[in-house]
């Protein structure tokens, strides 16, 4: 965890020593994003995945329990982000599918539990309960949206495009 840290604050002085840094040196930060998502950060969850506790999350009923939040909160905010995106003309399954794909939240999940983990915060349990349900929703949610996405569009706009042809 320390190393999370450590490496957020180096990038934050590194931006306060070196401003102009994406205008005077440009392909530093292209070469400093290519080590950092393609090496850093899948070390981070391998990491993590090694150290999940699946014993844990049955070892008490609570724990479960505590993991079914996740998908609800998640489901809620699918819900919202498809209420605002009806009003952009698109199909009704247009926004609930993209609610869907928003609404995954596993590396999220995956980070607030490794820090809780480590300064005690949070039970090994509870930890493990939120991040099988992180997973849950970035298997079960694409599943459920991409075939919302191939159906037919049933819209009003989409319908006067198929009659001008």
Do not use: C, W
């Amino acid at each position: 965890m320390q190393a999370v840290l450590g490496a957020f604050i180096a990038g934050a002085v590194l931006r306060m020593l070196d401003p102009d840094a994406e205008r005077a040196h440009p392909r530093f930060h292209v070469k400093l994003e290519g080590l950092g998502y393609g090496f850093l950060v899948p070390v981070f969850f391998v990491t993590s995945g090694i150290q999940f506790d699946l014993g844990a999350l049955f070892a008490d009923a609570g724990n479960r329990a505590e993991g079914a939040h996740v998908p609800g909160s998640a489901s809620s905010r699918s819900r919202t982000a498809g209420t605002g995106l009806s009003q952009a003309g698109l199909s009704r399954a247009e926004p609930m599918a993209a609610g869907l794909l928003q609404a995954t939240s596993l590396p999220p999940i995956v980070a607030a539990t490794t820090i809780g983990l480590k300064f005690d915060a949070i039970r090994p349990g509870n930890a493990a309960a939120l991040v099988a349900a992180g997973l849950a929703s970035v298997i079960i949610f694409p599943l459920v949206a991409l075939p919302l996405l191939s159906r037919p569009s049933g819209s009003a706009g989409a319908g006067a495009v198929e009659k001008q042809k």
